[in-house]
């Protein structure tokens, strides 16, 4: 199998740079900088908390028809704002029958990918990674990946490029029912805005849990009114009563560590990027909390806060765990 990664910056990059340093042939389609720093370095720098790597793969800005032959898969890495522009261009030079695997957050991508392509498969990436300088990423450790056929049920494919990414060192499972975990993993980000807002100092207080509980609880009220189901294929991943549970565990401070890994929402702050994805997590909620009469101040907060950090360019931590308790209290009682 060859792999294109299209739109490959933070987690594209860090997909990509393992299957290379297997042997596999990889070709990033990314932005100019990234894809000059890499051609420059002969590589990809891939740094983590378990070592430095240096990635043999090759980097362009735009995919050429000779990239692309029956026995390649593209992994779709943009951010969901990027999906549409992204897939059209694709499409403009890879074959309609080319597999496609959205390994992106959010549950509405695969669905104008399936407009383009056929073959569509959904991909949960359990894994932090950023991209802050051209030609290097960095990545906490390997991380947990899903794959599965678009909508639904079983199919070759998908058990064909797990094989692949666990020989790549990656622990894969391959999903029946790919939406269900693509639910759990939007659940999960939920807490992104939180964590990209919040002053690091705070993340050890019971504040900053109190709000990451706050949004995850109501996703799940919001998703039992709607009889939908967030869940992982085969129970390996922690269910959001789990993550609510590991949340309010009591737990040491934490020491800062030496490789610099923050989500992408954190990363786009941190960037001063002109567009977040968050609505894309919190505006299902959001939409289907208003059908159901359920209030769901911790969802709006947080998604009003990170729109805000994005637009002003306030940079990540730019508020308090308190002030943002406060204020979703305030708006729960309507002071
Ligand atoms: N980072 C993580 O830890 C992580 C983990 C799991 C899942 N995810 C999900 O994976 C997706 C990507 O996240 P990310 O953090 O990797 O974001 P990212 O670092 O911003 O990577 C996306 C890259 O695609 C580039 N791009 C957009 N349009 C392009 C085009 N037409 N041609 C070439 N490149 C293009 C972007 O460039 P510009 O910014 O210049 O437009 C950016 O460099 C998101 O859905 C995210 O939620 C992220």
Not at 53 to 65: D, F, G, M, Q
Not at 95 to 120: A, C, H, L, R
Request: net charge positive.
């Amino acid at each position: 199998m060859r792999f294109v990664v299209f739109g490959a910056g933070a987690v594209g990059s860090v997909l990509g740079g393992h299957l290379a340093l297997n042997k596999q042939d990889v070709l990033l389609v990314t932005r100019e900088p990234h894809a000059a720093a890499i051609n420059e370095n002969n590589g990809l720098r891939m740094l983590s908390a378990t070592g430095d790597y240096s990635a043999p793969l090759r980097a362009a800005t735009k995919l050429a028809r000779e990239d692309i032959d029956a026995d390649t898969c593209v992994f779709f890495t943009p951010k969901s704002n990027d999906t549409k522009s992204c897939v059209e261009q694709l499409v403009k030079t890879a074959p309609p029958d080319t597999p496609v695997v959205s390994f992106q957050n959010g549950v509405t991508n695969e669905e104008i990918i399936v407009k383009y392509f056929e073959n569509v498969y959904g991909g949960v990436c359990r894994m932090t990674c950023s991209q802050l300088q051209p030609g290097q990423v960095s990545f906490r450790k390997m991380g947990r990946l899903v794959v599965g056929k678009y909508p639904k049920g079983a199919h070759s494919f998908p058990k064909k490029l797990a094989s692949v990414l666990e020989e790549a060192g990656f622990d894969v499972s391959v999903s029946n029912s790919i939406m269900c975990d693509k639910w759990l993993k939007l659940i999960v980000n939920l807490q992104s805005g939180f964590n990209a807002i919040i002053e690091n100092r705070d993340h050890d207080s019971v504040e900053f849990m109190e709000l990451k509980v706050g949004v995850l609880e109501e996703a799940k009220k919001v998703l039992r009114a709607q009889k939908m189901k967030a869940k992982s294929c085969d129970d390996r991943d922690l269910s959001v009563d789990d993550v609510i549970g590991e949340l309010k565990k009591p737990k040491a401070p934490r020491s800062p560590s030496s490789v610099r890994v923050n989500n992408s929402t954190w990363q786009n702050l941190y960037l001063k990027r002109k567009e977040i994805e968050n609505g894309y997590f919190h505006n299902p909620i959001i939409e289907m909390a208003k059908k159901h009469k359920i209030d769901v101040p911790f969802n709006e907060v947080s998604l009003e806060l990170v729109t805000e950090s994005c637009n002003e360019q306030l940079g990540p931590g730019a508020f308090r765990a308190s002030e943002v308790l406060q204020k979703i209290k305030d708006r729960s009682t309507g002071s």
